[in-house]
């Protein structure tokens, strides 16, 4: 799947649909405490997990727990 805008190609439509999301400056999914605004829902979920302090990522060998799922997989 081709971006029309940028040429980029992907190998889903998904990923597609997702990206050309970045060449449109819509942010419909809004922040109830602090207003930041987000392009898509997941973006916001990840961040809400800064106000509940929610941190749903837990190591299995020293049970340090982490808030992104990337941060656990760098530690």
Known sequence: YNCPEC?????????????????IN??????????????DSSALNKHQRIHSGSKPYTCPLCARAFSQSTNLNRH
Do not use: E
């Not at 040429?7 to 060449?23: D, N, P």
């Not at 419909?28 to 930041?36: E, T």
């Open 7 to 23: 040429k980029r190609v992907f190998r889903y439509r998904a990923c597609l649909i997702s990206h050309t999301k970045t060449h």
């Open 26 to 39: 819509q942010r419909p999914h809004i922040c109830v405490q602090c207003n930041r605004a987000f392009k």
